[in-house]
């Protein structure tokens, strides 16, 4: 089994900042991808970035250039270092475990564990 927790939401200001941390526990994978989606309020939960087992990183149009996923192989986590924030960015963030990495990362349907969540909003 496998537990993901998601911490570091918030309420920023536009142009501000967060780092979000989604910790594993449980069993471990070798080919794996980690991914962050966000969910806004009556939309679909979306792709934001996602990491690979061999480090290769991906980014959603939107966010790139502003956020940034990292991870600590070490403490299992995974982290999402998001700059320059905008009130469209507002959702709940959530982190999801692909535990075997077929060739996509932005497809919600393919990660087999998800955590519960944590609210990230923008606003002055």
């Known amino acids: 089994q496998v537990q993901l927790v998601e911490s570091g939401g918030g309420l920023v200001q536009p142009g501000g900042s967060l780092r979000l941390s989604c910790a594993a526990s449980?069993?471990?994978?070798?080919?794996?991808?980690m991914g962050w989606f966000r969910q806004a309020p009556g939309k679909e939960r979306e792709f934001v970035a996602a990491?690979?087992?061999?480090?290769?990183?991906y980014y959603a149009d939107s966010v790139k250039g502003r956020f940034s996923i990292s991870r600590d192989s070490a403490k299992k986590t995974v982290y999402l270092q998001m700059n320059s924030l905008k009130p469209e960015d507002t959702a709940v963030y959530y982190c999801g475990l692909d535990q075997a990495y077929g060739g996509s990362v932005s497809r919600a349907y393919e990660y087999d564990y998800w955590g519960q969540g944590t609210q990230v909003t923008v606003s002055s």
């Open positions: 449980g069993r471990t994978f070798s080919r794996y991808g």
């Open positions: 990491i690979i087992w061999t480090g290769s990183i």
